[in-house]
């Protein structure tokens, strides 16, 4: 997948919904794990949406090298 492609639009909108879901849709298993369990941890003392926005970023940004 290449950045802008389909495939990571789908990722991103993946991410939306769960942070850490698009990682797991692009194959990066512990980039997914991650993101889940850190925006989980954040999001009790209400800072969650700061590492859910990285997580969609991050799912439409990536590239594979």
């Not at 512990?30 to 969609?56: D, E, M, Q």
């Amino acid at each position: 997948m290449s950045q802008g492609s389909g495939g990571n639009v789908l990722a991103a909108i993946c991410s939306f919904f769960i942070p850490g879901l698009g990682q797991l849709v692009q194959g990066r298993f512990w980039a997914a794990l991650g993101f889940f369990v850190l925006a989980g941890a954040l999001w009790i003392v209400l800072l969650g949406w700061v590492v859910h926005l990285w997580s969609v970023i991050d799912a439409a940004r990536w590239k594979l090298s």
